[in-house]
């Protein structure tokens, strides 16, 4: 995880999504470290280490846009965490539009059930919860699925039974 916290912030920083605003880059395990990172990059760029004799990476942040900006508009976050705590800071930092359904089910020994339970006692709006299971990756990915309101209660109400 602490890689997804290192590239997100260079690529915030290298100017990345100002050269490619189009591209939309998805950061597992609800961004990484980058919700608790995000004052400090903000306030580098802010400062743009200006009066540093010997900056961190050698030279000034090259992002137009304040490092906030970027998690509104390219960067997205999974909800594959343990804890509703991080859930709640990924969708402060992005936006509840800009987190999308995740789990390690399988690999880890960590069920479905309990990832929608997290979303489910951090997002009491069914509109929002609707986004983060589905909705968000249908639009993102391009994944041509139907809001018929018959099929999601369905599938969901199946996950909780399992």
């Not at 470290?33 to 004052?39: C, D, H, K, T």
């Not at 390219?74 to 402060?92: K, Q, S, Y």
């Not at 929002?128 to 994944?143: D, G, P």
Request: net charge positive; proline share 6%.
């Amino acid at each position: 995880m602490l890689g997804a916290d290192v590239n997100g912030a260079r690529m915030i920083g290298s100017g990345v999504f100002d050269r490619h605003p189009k591209l939309q880059v998805l950061i597992v395990h609800m961004g990484g470290g980058l919700a608790s990172i995000l004052g400090r990059l903000e306030f580098n760029w802010h400062l743009n280490y200006n009066g540093i004799r010997n900056p961190p990476a050698g030279r000034p942040y090259t992002n137009k846009r304040s490092p906030f900006d970027y998690f509104k508009t390219n960067i997205l976050v999974d909800c594959m965490g343990f804890n509703p705590v991080g859930l709640r800071a990924a969708v402060e930092m992005c936006g509840v539009d800009r987190a999308v359904f995740g789990s390690d089910y399988g690999a880890v020994p960590y069920g479905i059930k309990e990832h929608v339970q997290i979303v489910e006692d951090v997002l009491p709006s069914p509109a929002e919860r609707q986004l983060v299971f589905w909705k968000t990756s249908n639009k993102i990915f391009r994944l041509g699925l139907y809001d018929t309101d018959l099929i999601a209660p369905a599938v969901h109400e199946s996950w909780r039974s399992a």
